[in-house]
Structures are given as structure tokens and as C-alpha cells.
């Protein structure tokens, strides 16, 4: 029987524990880069690379969302009208 280690499927619950592990702020960020790279199991770093690709494309989204509302006075408008709501109360 071939019994490779690095082929063994993660259970469910491993990904929902490494997905709390990776919102961990600076551990969980660096162990998101090292299981990227490591080679002890596949399927381990296959999920540690889709979870980094997701948090590149959420973050490439937000900075285009921010840019944006900065360029069209989003924020301005909502500040002022957040502060006219507490002027009311």
C-alpha cells in the first residue's frame, strides 16, 4: 500500500482550524507563507495558497474601493451626513 504523507486529505476540520490559525494578525500571516512554500502536504498548501490569493484580490479590491471614494467625495458626503444624524439626537 503506497502511503505518502503528503498526499493525506485534510479534514474539515483542519480547514476550519487553519482558517482560524490564518486570522491570527502577524502569526497567522506568517505561517500563511510558510505552508504556501512548505512541501509536507499538498493539500495544506494549496489551501495556505488559496487563502493568500483571496487575501491579495480582497486587498487589491479594497485599495480600488478606497481609491475611488477619495477620488468622488464619498467620504466627505458621508461624513457630513453621519454628523447632521448626530446633531439630530
Known amino acids: 500500500m503506497y502511503d505518502d504523507r503528503r498526499y493525506k486529505p485534510l479534514s474539515p476540520w483542519s480547514y476550519f482550524g487553519y482558517e482560524l490559525l490564518f486570522q491570527i494578525p502577524v502569526v497567522g ?3 500563511l507563507i510558510v ?7 499538498i493539500n495544506r498548501r494549496n489551501f495556505a ?4 490569493c483571496a487575501l491579495a484580490v480582497l486587498l ?3 485599495a480600488i474601493t ?5 477620488i468622488f467625495g464619498f467620504y466627505d458626503a458621508l461624513f457630513s451626513y453621519i454628523g447632521g ?3 439630530k439626537f
Not at 35 to 41: D, E, G, P
Not at 49 to 52: D, E, K, T
Not at 66 to 70: D, M
Open 29 to 31: 500571516f506568517i505561517l
Open 35 to 41: 505552508y504556501s512554500f512548505s512541501n509536507k502536504n
Open 49 to 52: 495558497r488559496f487563502h493568500f
Open 60 to 62: 487589491i479590491l479594497a
Open 66 to 70: 478606497v481609491g475611488t471614494s477619495l
Open 85 to 87: 444624524a448626530v446633531k
